[in-house]
């Protein structure tokens, strides 16, 4: 006999955000991109539920069991003139992958985007993570080729702060 399964998306809570902060260091080994995590429980929860919240969060339970999220917060399009929600970070752990949570999570930030007049709901991807990318396509999300992450970080970030001066 198969146990039935049961999965809710729900607002994060300050108890989940240890299982999230695991999250963050399995997706960042995924992406291969585990040197660059400094995420610490103390600092997601600064984020999450600190006196001013700079994102939101989402999770995924499996009978109880916390075994998604999504983070996400608010931008703004000049050319909208409205709010808009980037979505920074979805993760389904792997061993309950397949089963449709991760088109749960994205359909609950479509729905929070349309409850909130966002004028957009936007993220991005990785270019070599194909079954991600088809994943999106198949969700309605069009893929902008022309687009490209402008980031400064660390010392370059400090560096053209001073040139502010």
């Not at 999230?20 to 929860?45: C, D, N, P, R, Y």
């Not at 999220?69 to 993760?91: I, M, P, Q, R, V």
């Amino acid at each position: 006999m198969t146990a039935v399964t049961h999965f809710t998306v729900r607002p994060a809570e300050p108890a989940d955000v240890s299982h999230i902060h695991s999250m963050i260091v399995e997706l960042a080994v995924f992406e291969k991109l585990e040197h660059m995590v400094v995420a610490t429980e103390e600092l997601l929860h600064e984020g999450l539920f600190g006196t001013r919240p700079a994102c939101e969060a989402i999770v995924g339970e499996e009978n109880g069991e916390v075994v998604a999220f999504a983070l996400f917060f608010h931008n703004f399009s000049t050319f909208l003139t409205k709010k808009g929600l980037y979505l920074e970070d979805l993760y389904v752990r792997q061993s309950h992958r397949g089963k449709g949570y991760g088109t749960q999570l994205l359909s609950t930030l479509a729905q929070i985007a349309v409850e909130r007049k966002c004028g957009r709901f936007e993220w991005s991807v990785l270019d070599w993570n194909e079954p991600a990318i088809g994943f999106y396509r198949t969700m309605g999300a069009e893929i902008l080729p022309e687009w490209r992450i402008c980031r400064v970080t660390g010392e370059a970030l400090d560096h053209l702060a001073r040139r502010a001066d």
